[in-house]
T-cell receptor, first 114, second 113 residues
Framework: DTEVTQTPKHLVMGMTNKKSLKCEQHMGHRAMYWYKQKAKKPPELMFVYSYEKLSINESVPSRFSPECPNSSLLNLHLHALQPEDSALYLC?????????????FGQGTRLTVV | SQKIEQNSEALNIQEGKTATLTCNYTNYSPAYLQWYRQDPGRGPVFLLLIRENEKEKRKERLKVTFDTTLKQSLFHITASQPADSATYLCAPNPYNQGGKLIFGQGTELSVKP
């Protein structure tokens, strides 16, 4: 199984809502990532987890809250988002953190904030 | 500050020709460089990884070069096909950045039949 599964595929939420994005992998990877991607732009790194611990936060606003409950799961909790947060949110995993090994990406969650 | 630059203009080529994409980086020395392909609305897919001590790497119709003196990587697709049309992202990343995998802005390739 070389898949990273993200749910939901699409999400529409109001600015006062609380929602969560979920990511799952069963490849035994110890590094997991959240990226945000706007149209015609590259994926922009948000968070890196290594061995279930947050190792990098790229100065992401606190309305985005990551969580790694176990080595296979990664969540992104969303609260009080703004319309400009609308984007494709991608999860990825790799055997080791950084660029030494290939990363596997999920298909993303298309988020619309209204 | 560290900077990654890829061809900003879309690349249009004829089927059967070789596509060459460029990735330049400044103000750092990546230990590894990766290339990914991304189709619209989908996550990136890994293609190739090359290390700083490797000059060239091949995989089927793909070839990557890594010139640490020029601070540049070239990505070639030979005998290109319309199915190769996509955005190609390079990710030159130093080993000591604590786990970051950061991408250039990508080059959109269009292969016409």
């Amino acid at each position: 199984d070389t898949e990273v599964t993200q749910t939901p595929k699409h999400l529409v939420m109001g600015m006062t809502n609380k929602k969560s994005l979920k990511c799952e992998q069963h490849m035994g990877h110890r590094a997991m990532y959240w990226y945000k991607q706007k149209a015609k732009k590259p994926p922009e790194l948000m968070f890196v987890y290594s061995y279930e611990k947050l190792s990098i936060n790229e100065s992401v606003p606190s309305r985005f809250s990551p969580e790694c409950p176990n080595s296979s799961l990664l969540n992104l909790h969303l609260h009080a988002l703004q319309p400009e947060d609308s984007a494709l949110y991608l999860c990825a995993s790799s055997q080791d953190r950084g660029a030494r090994t290939e990363a596997f990406f999920g298909q993303g969650t298309r988020l619309t904030v209204v | 500050s560290q900077k990654i630059e890829q061809n900003s203009e879309a690349l249009n080529i004829q089927e059967g020709k070789t596509a060459t994409l460029t990735c330049n980086y400044t103000n750092y020395s990546p230990a590894y460089l990766q290339w990914y392909r991304q189709d619209p609305g989908r996550g990136p897919v890994f293609l190739l990884l090359i290390r700083e001590n490797e000059k060239e790497k091949r995989k089927e119709r793909l070839k990557v070069t890594f010139d640490t003196t020029l601070k540049q990587s070239l990505f070639h697709i030979t005998a290109s096909q319309p199915a190769d049309s996509a955005t190609y992202l390079c990710a030159p990343n130093p080993y000591n950045q604590g786990g970051k995998l950061i991408f250039g802005q990508g080059t959109e390739l269009s292969v016409k039949p």
